[in-house]
């Protein structure tokens, strides 16, 4: 059975940073995605950013060069280093995987998602 538990999400002033994680059991070996999505108050989940299964990390234009997606394989933790935060930020975080692979856009919806994690970022 997959689970996914986040944490790290909290409140903080706009132009800091948080580290979100993501501690994963269950996962095969290889051939499944996994990463991040959000959804802010009123709105649907979007992705934010994804490591394919061939190791390649995407991420939406809007978090580009301010976040950045890394997955720990000794300790099966997956990170989201968010920098320069900015009020419309704010959001549930989720962790989510899949297999074979995660789509960033949920085009496929994915199968796996955490309990998500309250990201709240003040002006």
Known sequence: ??????????????????????ATSGLPASDYGIGWFRQAPGKGREGVSVIGSDGTPYYTESVKGRFTISF???????????????????AVYFCAADRPDLDLYLVVPAKYWGQGTQVTISS
């Open 1 to 22: 059975e997959v689970q996914l538990v986040e944490s790290g999400g909290g409140t903080v002033r706009a132009g800091g940073s948080l580290r979100l994680s993501c």
């Open 72 to 90: 720990d394989n000794a300790k099966n933790i997956l990170y989201l280093q968010m920098t320069n935060l900015k009020p419309e930020d704010t």
